[in-house]
T-cell receptor, first 116, second 114 residues
Framework: DVKVTQSSRYLVKRTGEKVFLECVQDMDHENMFWYRQDPGLGLRLIYFSYDVKMKEKGDIPEGYSVSREKKERFSLILESASTNQTSMYLC???????????????FGDGTRLSIL | AQTVTQSQPEMSVQEAETVTLSCTYDTSESDYYLFWYKQPPSRQMILVIRQEAYKQQNATENRFSVNFQKAAKSFSLKISDSQLGDAAMYFCAYNRNAGNMLTFGGGTRLMVKP
């Protein structure tokens, strides 16, 4: 089974702090994603990466950056945390489309981040 | 830009009954994929079912089936013989065939009454 592991289930940080959320997948997937989940808004894509050191902005990249130094690891960085970034953050991974059929994304358990 | 709309924030169903969750989407693409994901309380999001837009036949996975109406841009999920374990948030999602990104709807919370 695909395993996507997020480093923390719950995290509490203070306004202005630099926050790192880590995600590791064990299936050699090329694509990795960071989403933010808010009630009524579903999941919104922050960033995704299709290869090591490669990244593309999603729908809501402002206030976030990402790092992918190794294929299995994808980090989300809040440069200066603000209260409006309090949310559930989900990491996902998949193979790219074209390998037979469209590949579904596999999700981690999520990190519930509170910014005080 | 593609949008996905789930018009039912909450639904409830009696155990063993059938329930249908609605999803509509907006796209100008002709080739794409649609998904239903399930997120149980405090647990991992998992794929329930997927549909390729070029296939006319509706996808089925055990008690889960879809009603895909391409012209109407509608993609509803039917759950038959509902079980207590079906209680969860359900998200409809769209993916362009050539793309890597999913666009999600706002979700429907399904409650199952014993």
């Amino acid at each position: 089974d695909v395993k996507v592991t997020q480093s923390s289930r719950y995290l509490v940080k203070r306004t202005g702090e630099k926050v790192f959320l880590e995600c590791v997948q064990d299936m050699d997937h090329e694509n990795m994603f960071w989403y933010r989940q808010d009630p009524g808004l579903g999941l919104r894509l922050i960033y995704f990466s299709y290869d090591v050191k490669m990244k593309e902005k999603g729908d809501i990249p402002e206030g976030y950056s990402v790092s992918r130094e190794k294929k299995e690891r994808f980090s989300l960085i809040l440069e200066s945390a603000s209260t409006n970034q309090t949310s559930m953050y989900l990491c996902a991974s998949s193979n790219p489309p074209g390998r037979g059929t469209n590949q579904p994304q596999h999700f981690g358990d999520g990190t519930r981040l509170s910014i005080l | 830009a593609q949008t996905v709309t789930q018009s039912q924030p909450e639904m409830s169903v009696q155990e063993a009954e059938t329930v249908t969750l609605s999803c509509t989407y907006d796209t100008s693409e002709s080739d794409y994929y649609l998904f239903w994901y399930k997120q149980p309380p405090s647990r991992q999001m998992i794929l329930v079912i997927r549909q390729e837009a070029y296939k006319q036949q509706n996808a089925t996975e055990n008690r889960f089936s879809v009603n895909f109406q391409k012209a109407a841009k509608s993609f509803s999920l039917k759950i038959s013989d509902s079980q207590l374990g079906d209680a969860a948030m359900y998200f409809c999602a769209y993916n362009r065939n050539a793309g890597n990104m999913l666009t999600f709807g706002g979700g429907t919370r399904l409650m199952v009454k014993p």
